[in-house]
């Protein structure tokens, strides 16, 4: 069984959602014996924000000598996730959406015949649905449904459509919130997603 990590955060050490992504990794790392693990750090090696190029050389076009790594890089990417059957994400929220770091990395998982197609009525069937997917969230404020800054939440919504879209039915969050508002509330809600990537259960 293999699980691909990745972290979004450019906080380093620093950062919640590193913390808790780290956490529910171990957990079933120590739960799933021969659970072979694959990092990814897209804050620190970013991937390039996708161009009429990288269009271009998806439709068949000869790309740029220039373009090549980052091509190579974004197939791997997609190669990793594939053949994942676990994937844990660290999201943090920055702006009230996701990094743009990792929406680099969903602009080269989310491909037409590889996560993804159209059947002959244009409805999408999504390809990726053998895979569980975590996500370690952390957010600065409150953005639950019953709160007034709940329309300003384009993380956990935007991920769970983005995962849905391909077929990732196994999805789950693990959130950290409030961690800007007090130290106190801050120190509460990491203990609360520790505990919750503990508890979690077995791959």
């Known amino acids: 069984m293999k699980l691909l990590h990745i972290d979004s955060s450019v906080l380093g050490p620093h950062s919640v959602s590193r ?3 780290a956490a529910i990794t171990d957990r079933l790392a120590k739960a799933t014996p021969g659970l072979a693990v694959t990092y990814r750090d897209v804050a ?24 090549q790594p980052d091509l190579a890089a974004g197939q791997a990417v997609l190669e990793e996730f594939l053949a994942a059957d676990i994937v844990v994400i660290g999201a943090p929220m920055y702006n009230f959406s996701i990094p743009s770091q ?27 649905g053998n895979k569980r997917v975590i996500v370690a969230i952390s957010r600065g404020g409150f953005y639950g449904a019953d709160t007034p800054m709940a329309a ?13 879209f391909i077929g990732v039915t196994n999805l789950e969050f693990i959130a950290a919130d409030g961690i ?13 997603a520790l505990q919750a990537a503990t508890d979690l259960r077995a791959a």
Do not use: C
Not at 152 to 164: K, N
């Open 152 to 164: 300003g939440e384009h993380l956990e919504t935007y991920l769970r459509w983005v995962f849905g």
């Open 180 to 192: 800007m508002v007090g130290p106190e509330l801050r120190e509460k809600a990491v203990a609360g």
């Open 44 to 67: 620190t090696a970013p991937l390039g924000h996708l161009s009429g190029s990288h269009l271009a050389a998806a439709q068949g076009a000869a790309p740029d000598a220039a373009l």
């Open 102 to 128: 990792l929406k680099a990395w969903i602009d080269r998982i989310l491909v037409a015949g590889k996560t993804f197609k159209y059947n002959d009525k244009g409805v999408v069937e999504g390809l990726a």
């Open 19 to 21: 913390q808790v992504s």
